[in-house]
């Protein structure tokens, strides 16, 4: 009996810092499920465009965006699920070793605005959901964490089921 209840006090102490942990990784992690809506919420000059019947192809789309911003190449697009949202694209300038957010309307390619100064929340929401806010030295103690958690969840299967299995009701 004198092993079980030294677990059932580390599992107790280790329960009561990891609910912390949990209550800010909770908060954290339900914000990042709506990170996209909270995003367009607080950023709408950058999110809504006026839909018409033909959008550019993504060729001319490339060419508009890399004329608009000479010496820039586009790395990539990102489309939103609904007709009447801003297109993203991140453009590079290998030269000058500068990268751009911007977003545009796919229909005319005319660039709304820059990523870069719209309200960042749900981003720094998310970096803190991953790393603590704190770059690898977090994101180290948010896997440790993880861990613990998992170590946590099997000390208590072990502390809790021999009572389930030799008591009936």
Not at 39 to 62: F, G, H, Y
Not at 64 to 85: A, D, E, F, H, W
Not at 154 to 167: F, H, N, T
Request: proline share 5%; net charge positive.
């Amino acid at each position: 009996m004198r092993i079980r209840k030294a677990i059932l006090t580390l599992h107790l102490g280790a329960g009561l810092l990891a609910s912390v942990f949990l209550f800010l990784m909770g908060v954290s992690g339900s914000l990042v499920a709506f990170e996209n809506e909270i995003n367009r919420a607080l950023n709408p000059k950058l999110t809504w465009v006026e839909p018409r019947t033909q959008r550019l192809s993504l060729a001319e789309m490339k060419g508009r965006l890399q004329k608009t911003y000479p010496g820039y190449s586009v790395l990539g697009l990102g489309i939103p699920p609904q007709p009447n949202m801003a297109w993203t694209t991140f453009m590079a300038n290998e030269g000058l070793h500068k990268q751009i957010g911007v977003a545009f309307n796919p229909y005319t390619a005319d660039v709304i605005g820059n990523l870069a100064e719209g309200n960042n929340f749900t981003g720094k929401v998310h970096q803190f959901h991953l790393r603590l806010s704190s770059g690898q030295t977090g994101a180290t103690i948010v896997s440790w964490a993880a861990i613990s958690l998992c170590f946590l969840s099997l000390s208590g299967i072990i502390l809790w089921w021999p009572r389930k299995i030799l008591w009936v009701n």
